[in-house]
Structures are given as C-alpha cells and as structure tokens.
C-alpha cells in the first residue's frame, strides 16, 4: 500500500502562483511514477501531469503546459506541482496518484492507470 497527502491547496488570484505537494508513505517511492489529476466542479477528473520514477521525464496536459512544473523529491517521498499564472479554470480539486514505474508509460493519462491516490487538496483561482 502506499499512502498519500496532498497539501498546499488553497485561494489565489488569478496570474498567481501556488505550489501543492504530495507526500507518500508505505511502499518505495521510486518504485512509482507520480501523476496529479484535478476535478473541476461539476467535472470528470482530467489528467494534469506526471513524472517518471526517476524525475528525468515528464509529460502535461496542454492546458497547462508552461504554466505547471511537476517535480519530486524521492529522499522526501514528496511530489510537487508547481503552478504559475493560474486562471480561474485552473479552480480544482486537485489530486496526486501512484503507478508502478514498470507499468506506467509516461504520456498515459488515463486515471485507471493510477493503483493510489490522495484526498485531494481544494485550489481556487479567483478572477
């Protein structure tokens, strides 16, 4: 099993920046590449971004390619999501899952790829 928390949410102006986190527990964190998903309200849950085992790949939605940065800290067990000149249809719920590096092909973005996920963590982008 592997545990997960997002943290870091919160209420920003649109052009704003914001940083979420994602801490993991349980099961090696390298072992697994991290993606973050968000839910718009009202929404499907879309795919945001993910990053290999490693860090040395990464692949985003193009909504939010140049705006967003994935990274992670494998001796913290911690993935980041990075957001920078947010726009109110950024405002989600946002959350961070877990796939077996082995499995997962960076560029997937289907969340049934995911084997855990977080609680998600609330970001509001207001205009």
């Known amino acids: 099993q592997v545990q997960l928390v997002e943290s870091g949410g919160g209420l920003v102006q649109a052009g704003g920046s914001l940083r979420v986190s994602c801490a993991a527990s349980?099961?090696?964190?390298?072992?697994?590449?991290m993606g973050w998903f968000r839910q718009p309200p009202g929404k499907e849950r879309e795919f945001v971004a993910v990053i290999s085992w490693s860090g040395s790949s990464t692949y985003y939605a193009d909504s939010v390619k140049g705006r967003f940065t994935c990274s992670r800290d494998n001796a913290k067990n911690t993935v980041y999501l990075q957001m920078n000149s947010l726009k109110p249809e950024d405002t989600a719920v946002y959350y961070c899952a877990a796939a077996p590096a082995t499995r997962l092909r960076i560029g997937t973005t289907q969340p049934s790829e995911y084997d855990y996920w977080g609680q998600g963590t609330q970001v509001t982008v207001s205009s």
């Open positions: 349980g099961r090696t964190f390298s072992n697994y590449a």
